[in-house]
């Protein structure tokens, strides 16, 4: 079973955005069948290392779209989207590092975390770009 599941309810209307949220749920759901597979730590550092890669770019992108859209919430947004990579990263080099093993629980947040943020600030986005006609 994966850690994230997409379906109609995440999209926010933007096919860039949503084909990469696409590919982030992909790079998680990957790591999380790893990670109960119980493959060793080489290959989930490998795969921690692409959501972190996916993560990145993916903010980098959504904020330049809202940039150029002049999105009011986009200074709000960014402080989460930093603080997310933080915490992605900072369990990256637990893992690599201090030799953490990844269990379902430490990897449980990043359900959490990217449903609501999908949820909740995607999801308004996608309503002030479609209001704008960027989308």
């Known amino acids: 079973m994966p850690l994230l ?3 109609d309810d995440h999209a926010v209307g933007v096919p860039a955005m ?11 759901n990957e790591l999380y069948a ?14 921690l290392r692409q959501v ?7 903010f980098s992108s959504e904020e330049g779209i809202l940039a150029a859209s002049h999105y009011p919430e986009l200074p709000e947004h960014s402080v989460q989207h930093q603080q997310l990579l933080a915490q992605v990263e900072e369990l ?13 629980k430490s990897l449980s947040f ?21 209001a704008h006609e960027v989308a």
């Open 18 to 28: 949503d084909d990469e949220h696409k590919r982030l749920y992909q790079a998680i």
């Open 5 to 7: 599941s997409w379906n």
């Open 52 to 58: 972190v890669h996916c993560t990145r770019q993916h």
């Open 110 to 130: 990043l359900r959490y975390w990217f449903n609501a943020h999908i949820h909740e600030d995607d999801q308004l986005y996608g309503a002030w770009l479609d």
């Open 34 to 47: 790893a990670v109960l597979e119980g493959e060793e730590r080489g290959v989930t550092a490998h795969l």
């Open 92 to 104: 990256l080099g637990r893992h690599e590092q201090d030799g953490l093993t990844l269990t379902s």
